[in-house]
């Protein structure tokens, strides 16, 4: 979904929320989609049963029968609500956050690492 996002915005992104996931042990990243439904007409293109889907198409008639395919990152359980600078990130954010901007052309501009303002970290 964020590669559809990113085709109708700029290609810099605000993490926000970043700390909810503080106590996660993994973190799973969609990568693409398994169509799953009928033979559908779309655009130019057959989606049949089984073919990957690589950029989400916002219908429901497709989306809805799409399986997410996820790769896993291991979690960094700790907290992040006192980081202010990007390298004192722990490296498993930063191999995340550096695995979604190869994936998707997006640039990271801002992460948000609490709910106050000054827990905010400006990339």
Not at 37 to 45: C, E, L, M, S
Not at 71 to 87: A, C, N, Q, Y
């Amino acid at each position: 979904l964020l590669r559809y996002a990113l085709l109708h915005s700029d290609k810099y992104v605000v993490l926000t929320k970043a700390d909810v996931l503080d106590k996660c042990k993994a973190i799973k990243i969609c990568v693409k989609y398994i169509y799953q439904g009928a033979d559908y007409q779309y655009g130019n293109k057959t989606l049949k049963k089984g073919d990957f889907i690589y950029m989400a198409i916002p219908r429901h008639e497709i989306i809805d029968h799409c399986e997410p395919v996820y790769v896993e990152f291991p979690g960094w359980v700790t907290s992040l609500r006192e980081i202010r600078k990007f390298d004192d990130l722990p490296n498993e954010l930063k191999t995340i956050i550096g695995f979604v901007e190869s994936e998707t052309g997006m640039t990271t501009k801002v992460i948000s690492v609490g709910p106050d303002r000054n827990e905010t970290i400006f990339v």
